[in-house]
């Protein structure tokens, strides 16, 4: 079967995931070999269509609320230049690009055929902020036995490397993991991305087949709960070193 190189689906926004939309509409190759969804814009239509379909229209004030404080946060936190300002801006008003969900309730698990259709998952975390929060985002993958690049709060590779979970790392670039700036780990993220997207064809198949192992490494991982164990273990040894 003919496969983009990545999988890229948000549902909803948050700083990081509209400021990789951005990275990901306006720069580089765009979406031409990214299966890609945005649950979410600030269009008129959108807005409206939201508010007026009963099944959706408590959502409203709520997917509001998230765009705004995702735009506020990165005005007042980051360093943006005039021109990121403009593009997200651009971004966040742009029609929303919707493949896999019937609204804004919708809150099951994504289906295989959508993991069927990229080779490496792209995973905006559940925060932008503070450290080391893994959720199912990064599981999602796993389960479906899917490689993938995460990017969100600062260590999100530790956390998951403490859960014994392969994290890629000795085939790309991670590093922007464990830079300050949200705006420098969404860059480094991109530039992981870009230079996937430099490899040439059979270069790629092969680093395709090098993951198989880590691959299967965490579905194991998943599907024994070896992690829940080990996430247990941890919590409990920092319960008795409070108490002492």
Not at 1 to 24: G, P
Request: overall charge neutral; charged content about 25%; some cysteine.
């Amino acid at each position: 079967d003919i496969k983009n190189k990545f999988l890229l689906t948000m549902r909803n926004c948050r700083s990081h995931r509209l400021l990789i939309s951005y990275y990901i509409e306006y720069l580089g190759n765009k979406l031409e070999d990214v299966t890609y969804s945005r649950n979410y814009s600030m269009s008129p239509s959108f807005i409206e269509k939201i508010f007026k379909d009963p099944n959706t229209k408590e959502e409203f004030p709520y997917h509001v609320y998230l765009m705004t404080t995702a735009m506020h946060d990165l005005l007042k936190k980051e360093k943006l230049t005039e021109k990121e300002i403009t593009g997200i801006t651009k971004v966040l008003y742009s029609r929303p690009h919707i493949i896999d969900l019937n609204d804004l309730n919708d809150r099951g698990v994504p289906g295989p055929w959508l993991y069927n259709t990229g080779h490496i998952a792209l995973i905006p975390g559940g925060e932008p902020y503070g450290y080391g929060y893994v959720d199912e985002k990064q599981m999602f993958p796993m389960y479906f036995k899917k490689p993938f690049i995460t990017v969100g709060c600062k260590g999100l590779y530790e956390e998951l490397r403490r859960l014994d979970f392969k994290t890629f790392d000795k085939f790309w670039d991670t590093t922007f993991n464990e830079l300050d700036s949200l705006k420098g780990r969404v860059q480094g993220f991109f530039e992981t991305i870009s230079f996937l997207r430099g490899l040439s064809d059979p270069y790629f198949e092969n680093l395709m087949k090098s993951l198989n192992n880590d691959v299967e490494h965490n579905y194991k991982n998943i599907t024994t709960g070896k992690f829940r164990r080990i996430s247990n273990n941890d919590f409990f040894e920092e319960v008795v070193n409070a108490c002492r």
